[in-house]
Structures are given as C-alpha cells and as structure tokens.
C-alpha cells in the first residue's frame, strides 16, 4: 500500500498546517475532516493537501485517527475563501476553516450521531455476472461480502464491515467497475417548482422592476449597491431577484445576510411565504441564537445543497454552500456585519470577495450605504440602482423637523425632563388621533450618572474606568462594561449626604417621563434589559403592531428594518454627543442612525413626522438630515475623509493590547512599534504613537491601541504578515489581537 501524508489545518493560533500520516481505509480528500492526536488530545482538523512525502522526520509524524465519512468533502473554493480571509485578517488557515462549522462537527465523538444515514449497496445485474466467479478463490472474506450482497437487497456499510474490515474500499472499487450501486439516505435536493406564493404579488414599481432586471441579467461578478430609501421595497427587489435566478437554475443557492436575525422575523417570514412552493427544509436560517443540533441540521443542509436559500447574520458568510449562485447583504452599512472578536472579520467585505472568487452577483442594500460602499460606487466599480420613492402609493418620506433646544431655552419655553415642548405637544396629537409614536435615544438604563452634588462623588464601577449605570426598575447600579452590579446607596458612601441624584437620562427615565407628561399613552420600552428574556423582543414587537402601545421609546433595537404600519411620529433624543466624538466614523453611524430611525415613521400611508432634539441644529448632518439628503451628505464627508486623509482613502490596522496595568499594555505596544520600522514594505506604512482606549480599564484589564495607515492595502498587508512572528515573541501582556479595517479607532 503506497504510503500517504495529509497537511491538516486545525484551530490552533499557528498559520501552519500539520503533517500526518495517512493509513485508514477511506481515501482521504482535500475537504475531509479528521480526528488527529494533537498534544495529549485528539482534535478535529481539515484535509487541505494530500502528499506522498512529508519533511517532517518519520519518528515525529502521526496518524490520522478517524475520518468523518458522512460528511462530503468540503469544497476547494471554500477553503480558497476561508485561506484568503486568514491571510487578509492576520490568522492561520485553521482559525478560521474550523470555527466556521458547526460544534457538532468539530467534535469527533458526535459525528456517527450526525451522520447517523450510512451508506447501503446493492448488487447490479452486471455485478451478478462476475461475483462472486471474479474474485480470488482464497479470498474468503470478499466471497462473504459478495454472498451478502447477493442475498440482501441493500446491504448497510456497518454490517458489511462486519463481514470484511476493508468493505468500503472494496465497494468504491466494484461502485467503479459498475458491480453495485450506492445508495444513502441524506435528503435529496428539493424538486424545484416555480414560486406561486398564496397571497398575490405586489407590483413592483418602475424603480424596482429597473433594479430586479439588473441583477437578473447579471452574468459573472457583478456588485451591485441597491440605494433604497428607506420604505422603498428593497426586500422585494432581493425577493424577485431569487425567485426568477431559483427558478432558472434548479440547483442554485442564494445567501441572503441580515444584520440581526433575531430582530427581524419579518424578513424570514416574508422568504417563507414567498418560497413556500420550494420543499420543505429548502430555506435555512444560519445565527448564535439558534440552538446547536439545529446549527449543525442547517448547515449540513447548506453544504449538501437541499437548502437552496440561506439567510443568516454575518457568521452565515463562511457557510458551505457549493452551489452559490447569487449574494445578498441587506443594510450592508450596519456595524454588526463586523465581527468584533476571534476572527474580526467583515461579512460584507468577505462577501464582495466571495462573490468575485465565485464570478456571481452580489447586492449590497441600504438606505445610507457605508462610506467604503459609496466609493465604490461613485468610482463605478459596483454598480448603482438606486430606489428614490417608498413603494407603497400612497406612502411619502417623512418630513424632519429639528427642535433647536437652545432657542427653546431663549424663548423660555420649558422642556419637562428632557422632552421639548413641540414633541410633547405632537405626541399627544397622535394620541388622540391614536397613532403610534416612537422615541429614540441610544442609552440604556434610568441615568448614565449618579452623583453627589455636595462632596462631588460619583458611582463608578470598580473594575472599570466607567461610571455605573442607574437602573431604576432594578433598584441597581450596573456596569455596562463588565456587568458589575450593586445595590443603589441611599446616601453618598463618602460624605453621607442623602441628595444623591441622577445625573442624564436613559431609556427607563424618558419611559416614566413620558407616562406622566402624555397621561393616558400606552408606554412601552424595548432596549437590552426589556428583552432579556429569549423570545421576549418578539413578544414586546407583536404588541406594538397588534396595536397595544401608543408610544414606543428603545435604543436601536427599535430602529432598525421594522415595518411599523401605524407610526406618524418619531422623536429622536440625546443625539448630540456622537457629533463630537473622536471617532471619526461616528457622524456617519449617526446619519444612518437616525436615516434608520426615522425611516421608521409613516410607512403605511399616513403622513410621518420626525422630531431631533438638539442644540446644535445649524450642523451640517442635521441639516441634511431634515432635507433626507444621504447624497450630499457622504459626498461631502467623503470629500473630508480624502482631505483627513481618512478611510476610505487610506487602509488602517490596528494592534491593541491588554494588560495587567496601562504601562505593561503600552510598553507591548511600543516595542511592537519598534520592531515594525525595519520590515520590508513598512516604509509606506504609518505607525501612530501607542495610546490608550477611552475606556481604558475594563474587568481589571487595561488596553491600549496602536493605529497603523497606508495608502497601500498591499504595503500594509505584507508588513502585518512579517510583523506576525514579532508579535508573537513579544511577551509582557495578557492579550493582543491584530484587527483589518477597524471600525471603532
Ligand atoms: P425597505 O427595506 O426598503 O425599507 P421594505 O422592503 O420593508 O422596504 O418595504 C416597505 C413596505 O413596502 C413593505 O410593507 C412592503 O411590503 C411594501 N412594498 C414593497 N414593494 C411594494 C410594491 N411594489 N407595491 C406595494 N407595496 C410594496
Ligand atoms: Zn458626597
Ligand atoms: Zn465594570
């Protein structure tokens, strides 16, 4: 037997593969997942080369122990996709192959349950004609197996083996001559009918027609940006796009990303009823929420093709999908398409080099695109359809109105905690025209703030360099950082005066403002802490479309993709401290933001109404806010970005470090610096000073970043590549990660 040596890619934090030697029965496939002894243990990795030599010395290398049969090979553009994003976020190759399957899969011991469908044989008319006369006399065992085959109609691989420890090669062998034929019984792709969904299609509107027919007739790569106001039917336009590419191709699959899939069941209810005429189990939703047997059933689904549609959150980009036809990323602008730890990967940007390593179309959607998106498009390398009208008739943009507080104060016309005379007065029209309202403010919790006003303390959290959140309903101070809580204290701890007071407002405050300055209202709040609860968000949401709520007051959990039918108001609070951030991607998270928010108001026909509270309404954002101007504004941010010298103009990475104190994490950081000066390419790139995070010391751990720039992707990417080692010598700190394309700097 000619010997064999596997390369084999396995989640450890090493951008190598692994040699081992290859005995078992089964011929091993690029793709294939092993169970191979690693250290003391025994861990699942991925065949990525299959050699007849190995450099390592003969006495160093081990055996593979086990192969998951059940599962097919994974393809070679998958680990083509999952090498690239390991070079292009700084990791090894294993990183980020293993964490993208399911648990199931990664755990060797639970894979004759995943795969609990084996393999049956039976023999053909021309296998009747040779065996058992063909085989070798003395070979008794393969006689054995021969008369099985003859005497049962589908012979299991399990009771074969029983009878000849190499059945299964022997069967690939009599499989290729035409003996026998194989049978398993793993769901076979759904027959493809024509979508006749029950409720009648809407009629699309010019605009949407122009845009399905775009991506319709896309052949090859092809990025399109669907700049759609919002309101304006971009789910429609992903829905038709799918339905007419499903039906031409009978074994074509679609991957539809969403931002947060547990916010929008609508989205998924709107894909199953449109589909309904596909089989049963032929769309698959793919997110964390979902519980583990059912990740792995979908995903399996995914990689053997019977699902034909997969919508999933940014984790579903890595899914195995070896008939991917066409890319969908709805509201491609929202912030959660960015992994924030492990792998800090971008679903949208892996999703545009997927789409392109594939040659298919790929759809970035939203009502304010990412500035990066918008370059692009301006540059004409992804091409633009843009939806200017909402796509129900009657159904207009809202109009924008900014209550400019300080000339509220000038004239002396009082706000009662917070809440703006004009807003108070247009909540209470809406309630007694029983339209809903929604009031937006992005803190959670009743005050960010509680303070003494005689000695100057203020509650912090002790293993953060943040203040402790009040959270009234709870009777508890919480640290939105580390989840710290305590009891609130009826006195100042360090002087004892009893006038401790709320300093702000959050969400839990505007809710008790608003039951008692618009008396009669329904109030119902939806943040983190209303929607603990699994299942509770949906519950909370139902009520708000069922009617039983006058006002609705949330974070963004409440701005974001919902079609409320009956909202006419929307009052936006406490906006005015992303305008002066140090981020520089801040103003443009809040026009979206708000675009988002106020997006929500007058879908269904009703004339809709926006209301911004704020002292600084001569800016430049609100201003075009109120005039629903995305284009003028990201030209002219962009213009400043290019000035600035900012993203999308320059490529930036970031290392940060956390350590036991801020020096240790710094000193890391400047050595790091230090060592990155001499590296091949690293003369086109900018090393910024080490600095620490605003919040810097969290759970008792301190961090700090160092911000690196070039005008070159290529020259950045080379440098981290040599920078890799460096790093890993350096020692002195708890942790450190390297993130591509930040988008908190
Ligand atoms: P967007 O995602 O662009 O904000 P949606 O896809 O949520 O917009 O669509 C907004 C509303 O318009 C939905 O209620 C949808 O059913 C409706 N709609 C979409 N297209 C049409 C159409 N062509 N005719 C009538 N209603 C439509
Ligand atoms: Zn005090
Ligand atoms: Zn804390």
Redesign the pocket.
């Known amino acids: 037997m000619i010997e064999l040596f596997v390369r084999v890619a396995v989640d450890q934090p090493m951008p190598v593969l692994f040699d081992y030697r290859y005995a078992l029965e089964q011929a091993p496939a690029i793709g294939m997942l092993v169970r191979v002894p690693f250290g003391r243990r025994e861990i699942v990795g991925l065949i990525c080369e299959i050699t007849p030599t190995s450099d390592v010395p003969a006495d160093k290398l081990r055996a593979v122990t086990g192969i998951c049969e059940g599962c097919a090979p994974l393809s070679e553009a998958w680990i083509a996709l999952t090498r690239f994003a390991a070079d292009y976020y700084q990791r090894g190759l294993g990183e980020v192959a293993l964490p993208a399957l399911p648990q199931a899969l990664r755990d060797a011991s639970r894979w004759d349950r995943l795969f609990a469908v084996e393999p049956r044989y039976r023999l053909l008319r021309e296998g009747r004609a040779h065996l058992p006369d063909a085989l070798p006399a003395r070979a008794s065992a393969l006689r054995r197996l021969a008369d099985a085959l003859a005497e049962q109609p589908w012979l299991a691989l399990s009771d074969a083996r029983a009878l000849h420890p190499k059945a299964s090669a022997t069967f690939d062998d009599w499989l290729a001559r035409g003996w026998i034929e194989a049978a398993t019984e793993i769901i076979a792709g759904p027959e493809v009918t024509a979508p006749t969904g029950a409720a009648p299609l809407?009629?699309?509107?010019d605009e949407?027609r122009d845009a399905v027919e775009a991506i319709s007739g896309a052949q090859d790569f092809a990025p399109f940006l669907l700049h759609?106001v919002?309101?304006?039917?971009?789910?429609?336009v992903y829905l038709h796009a799918l339905a007419a590419l499903l039906a031409a191709r009978p074994d074509a699959q679609a991957l539809v990303l969403v931002p947060e899939i547990n916010l929008t069941p609508q989205f998924e209810a709107a894909f199953r009823a449109r589909f309904a005429a596909l089989a049963e189990g032929s769309i698959v939703t793919m997110h964390s929420g979902l519980a583990e047997g059912e990740r792995a059933r979908n995903w399996l689904a995914a990689h053997t093709g019977s699902a034909r549609i997969v919508l999933g959150t940014r984790l579903a980009i890595l899914a195995s999908m070896p008939t991917l036809a066409i890319i969908v990323v709805d509201e491609e602008h929202d912030p959660a398409y960015k992994q924030q730890e492990g792998l800090r990967y971008s679903a949208r940007d892996l999703a545009i080099y997927r789409a392109k390593q594939l040659d298919i179309p790929v759809v970035l959607g939203s009502a304010t695109p990412s500035l990066e998106t918008w370059w692009q498009a301006e540059q004409g390398r992804y091409t633009r359809l843009t939806l200017t009208r909402r796509?129900?008739a009657e159904a207009a943009l809202p109009s924008v109105k900014l209550i400019d507080l300080e000339e509220e104060r000038q004239r002396g016309r009082a706000s009662v905690d917070g809440l703006a005379g004009p807003l108070i007065a247009a909540l209470k029209t809406r309630l007694e025209r029983g339209e809903q309202s929604l009031v937006f403010l992005n803190r959670r919790g009743y005050a960010p703030i509680l303070s003494c006003d005689a000695c100057g303390w203020v509650a912090g959290c002790p293993r953060c360099s943040a203040y402790a959140v009040l959270h009234k309903p709870e009777r508890a101070l919480r640290c939105h950082h580390c989840g710290w809580e305590s009891r609130i204290p009826k006195s100042c701890p360090d002087c004892g005066n009893i006038d401790i007071a709320p300093m702000g407002r959050g969400t839990q405050r505007v809710e008790e403002t608003l039951a008692s300055v618009v008396p009669g209202a329904r109030v119902l709040r939806i943040d983190a802490d209303s929607t603990r609860r699994k299942g509770s968000a949906q519950a909370l949401f139902s009520d708000v479309h069922a009617g039983e709520v006058d006002i609705l007051v949330g974070t963004q959990m409440i701005a974001k993709g919902h079609?409320f039918r009956r909202v006419t108001l929307v009052g936006v609070l406490n906006a005015d401290t992303a305008l002066f951030s140090h981020d520089f991607r801040a103003s443009e998270r809040l026009f979206a933001q708000l675009t988002q928010v106020s997006?929500r108001a007058g879908?269904a026909g009703l004339p809709g109404e926006v209301m911004i509270q704020t002292r600084y309404a001569r800016h430049a954002l609100y201003q075009a806010l109120s005039r629903q101007d995305y284009v003028g504004f990201a030209n002219s941010t962009l213009a400043e970005r290019r000035d600035a010298r900012l993203p999308p103009f320059v490529y930036q990475a970031m290392l940060r470090a956390e350590g036991r104190t801020l020096e240790a994490a710094l000193a890391f950081l400047e050595q790091a610096a230090a060592a990155f000066a001499p590296l091949p390419g690293a003369d086109r790139v900018t090393v910024y000073d080490a600095v620490p995070l605003t919040i810097v010391k969290v759970f008792n751990v301190h961090r700090a970043q160092l911000l690196l720039e070039s005008a070159s992707r290529a020259a950045l990417q080379a440098s981290l590549r040599a920078w890799q080692p460096v790093l890993r010598s350096l020692k002195g700190v708890l942790r450190w990660n390297v993130e591509v394309d930040p988008l908190d700097v």
């Open positions: 809407p009629v699309l509107t949407q759609g919002t309101g304006s039917g971009k789910t429609e796509a129900v079609d997006g879908r």
